[in-house]
């Protein structure tokens, strides 16, 4: 039994391109079925043609690197949250009592709970990307923050994207240094206490407080980020700082 | 038991096939291209991780799929904000097109988004990764003819606002 127009009609807005044979039978018999299949094609196009978005650059590098980087094998557990992990296993070297300070609003519950959130997702994928980044490149990522990047960060910036943080968005780089690469995310917009230090997933972190906003600096357990803090502390400066 | 060098290669392949599909995917849902990239990379994470519980690959996509809709499940249990920066959400610039077509795509790309969860959903699977509707029936856990009702409703609300909003009459305000 052939299908009347009505089914016919529900069968395409539902599933226009279906295979069906006696959907494609229908499509051809009759002027009337004939031109709703067009319609429904041309429209079809459109909507293939809207939905179509591009692979952001980098991002096919990014998804091919978890299976060459060692820490992911660690990462991809069952994304434990840092606070319950430092309380059950001891790994939180050092949070003062009265605790990192934050200002909340953007959904983590707390700037290490972020941290440890946020590198586990972005953090190995960009270790992996390298790349030099002139002084303009990295320049032009903080100057929407109204601070401004000295040379001696701009000239070992080798990744540098725009990151969600606790308070709205921030700057996550990879540094060139002499320890190898290390990971540093400016915060714009949250607060901090200087010089917290924690641990997760075999890497290390120092949190510090800028002039304007804070940042963290994330190295494996055998490198020096304490170095890395003058340098990131004096290099991340309000725009029309005299410094 | 799968060697390693087999591994990565299924990994590889995992990740070429269907990594600018989860992408779009990601995007749709959620509407943010930072968030997107995370819950992508995210999904790849415990996709390495469980890749030797994969024991039919004919079942990849589906499977990727279920990973990432969890994992956009318990980015809101963690009530991780919906974004709405519209400044990261990255739309290709379609420069080939005609004006009038570049307005009625960007009308289509704002409605797609206003539609509910629950017809947006199955128009993904559909249109961005080429599911039957008996796949989307699996994938959503719904009736099929649930899924056939949400898709057709899903098509008339686009149409409708196509129709709605005169896209001709609106080109110059839009660019």
């Known amino acids: ?243 | 038991m799968v060697n390693e060098s087999d591994r990565h290669a299924r990994f590889n392949e995992l990740a070429k096939n269907y990594g600018a599909d989860l992408y779009r995917y990601a995007m749709w849902i959620c509407g943010n291209d930072a968030l997107a990239k995370d819950l992508v990379q995210e999904t790849y994470l415990r996709a390495w991780k469980a890749l030797d519980k994969l024991n039919d690959i004919a079942a990849a996509k589906s499977w990727m799929i279920t990973i990432l809709r969890r994992e956009y499940a318990r980015t809101f249990e963690r009530k991780v904000p919906k974004f709405t920066d519209v400044e990261t959400v990255v739309i290709p610039e379609d420069s080939e097109l005609e004006p009038d077509d570049r307005a009625e795509i960007k009308l289509l790309r704002e409605s797609i988004m206003e539609l509910a969860p629950k017809y947006r959903e199955p128009l993904l699977l559909q249109v961005v990764l080429g599911h039957s509707c008996q796949e989307i029936s699996d994938q959503l856990g719904i009736s099929k003819s649930a899924v056939m009702t949400q898709l057709f409703r899903a098509r008339e609300q686009l149409k409708s606002r196509l129709r709605k909003d005169g896209v001709t009459a609106n080109v110059h305000e839009l660019f």
């Open chain 1, 1 to 243: 039994m052939s299908m009347n127009f009505s089914e016919f009609i529900r069968q395409l807005g539902a599933e226009p391109r279906s295979q069906d044979p006696e959907f494609l039978r229908a499509r051809q018999s009759v002027p009337e079925f004939r031109r709703a299949a067009e319609e429904a094609d041309i429209f079809e196009e459109k909507l293939t043609r809207a939905m179509d978005l591009q692979l952001p650059e980098g991002m096919m590098d990014s998804i091919l690197q978890i299976s060459h980087t060692p820490s992911s094998d660690t990462a991809a557990a069952a994304r434990p949250r840092w606070r319950s992990l430092a309380l059950a296993a001891g790994v939180l070297i050092a949070v003062g009592a009265a605790g990192i300070s934050w200002n909340m609003n953007r959904g983590w519950d707390s700037v290490d709970d972020y941290l440890v959130d946020h590198y586990q997702h972005d953090g190995p994928g960009l270790l992996a990307l390298a790349g030099e980044k002139t002084s303009e490149d990295v320049q032009a990522f903080f100057t929407r923050f109204n601070v401004k990047a000295s040379s001696e960060l701009t000239q070992i910036v080798s990744v540098i994207k725009y990151c969600p943080t606790p308070d709205g968005k921030g700057v996550h780089m990879v540094l060139n240094t002499k320890d190898g690469p290390v990971t540093v995310i400016y915060m714009p917009a949250t607060e901090v206490s200087d010089r917290e230090t924690l641990e997760f997933d075999g890497m290390q972190a120092m949190l510090l407080t800028l002039e304007k906003g804070s940042a963290v600096i994330i190295g494996s357990e055998s490198q020096s980020i304490s170095a890395l803090y003058s340098v990131i502390h004096d290099s991340i400066i309000p725009e029309f700082s005299n410094a």
